[in-house]
């Protein structure tokens, strides 16, 4: 079959699924014909991913949230005045996804978590076969327990869950545990998509700490932490722009750029890992057995 992936490129987590699946789907005897990318001001696409995708890349305009201006948690009112003016560009996005899915003359669409995909669905449910693969997918599940949030929270996180798969024919939620499928929300529960180097890692028991910030601006926690414990050796990743492929901060703390090699390299041999965000890189770390201290990123 001719399949052409849409990901949402605000998460890395997603990205790293798209390859994931690559893998899997090529050794089934299947076609990528194309990869689009919602592209993100504050980010840009790591060069893993546009070295390992072996397949066109084509970005185009997508909602997005915007960081404060520390770039430590999500402005929610940014957000909501940004994409709001950019109503024009998205519906331009709209209908370029609507024409690269009848040109790459595609079988299926693999939708990772992105909003225009749904919505091109809406507007113009094109033949393709849509199929929507991500762990946000178990919001919708029956049996899923949200953390004690406020109502109007979970209901707009639902709701945006529900309009990035307007038109597919299945949902595939990625999970840590088992869970029965829910047929009449079309939800079938699978396990993390995790990269075939990350399952053959070999774990070594190493002395650093090991994390992933997914906004730059928490690598001044960071710095503070390791002034009040300067011989606890440190590595961690951001994607913060204009910065080396490695930032030294002394002999114990380093900054790296996301390089997914070198990120699995340190993460089997990690004491432990702290992660801002990340799906896949939790369930990695849990695969080699890391412990983990995950400190979720905060919506202001």
Not at 237 to 250: G, S
């Amino acid at each position: 079959m001719k399949i052409l992936f849409i990901i949402q490129g605000e998460g890395r987590g997603h990205l790293t699924q798209a390859l994931s699946l690559r893998q899997k789907l090529m050794a089934e005897g299947h076609e990528i014909v194309g990869v689009l990318v919602g592209k993100s001001p504050a980010r840009r696409l790591p060069d893993f991913f546009l070295n390992k995708i072996q397949s066109p890349v084509y970005p185009f305009e997508s909602p997005n949230f915007l960081p404060t201006a520390k770039n430590k948690q999500v402005s929610l009112m940014r957000s909501v005045l940004y994409n709001v003016l950019r109503l024009h560009k998205y519906m331009g996005s709209i209908r370029y996804i609507d024409r690269m899915i009848r040109q790459t003359d595609a079988d299926v669409v693999g939708n990772f978590y992105e909003l225009l995909t749904g919505l091109t669905y809406l507007l113009f449910r094109p033949k393709a076969t849509m199929v929507c693969i991500a762990h946000q997918y178990l919001f919708l599940h029956p049996d899923f327990v949200f953390p004690k949030q406020s109502t109007l929270s979970l209901a707009s996180l639902r709701f945006f869950t529900r309009l990035t798969a307007i038109g597919s024919v299945k949902k595939l939620a990625l999970s840590f545990r088992k869970m029965r499928e829910a047929p009449l929300g079309g939800i079938v529960v699978g396990p993390p998509l995790l990269r075939q180097e990350g399952l053959d890692a070999v774990p070594s028991n190493g002395s650093y700490l090991h994390g992933y910030l997914l906004n730059s601006g928490f690598s001044e926690e960071i710095r503070s932490w390791h002034s009040r414990h300067p011989s606890v050796p440190m590595h961690f990743f951001w994607d913060k722009k204009d910065q080396r492929a490695e930032v030294i901060i002394d002999d114990c703390l380093s900054f790296h750029q996301l390089d997914d090699t070198l990120f699995l390299r340190y993460m089997s041999g990690a004491k432990a890992y702290a992660p801002t965000a990340g799906f896949e890189s939790v369930c990695e770390a849990m695969y080699l057995n890391n412990p983990e201290l995950i400190d979720p990123p905060q919506i202001t």
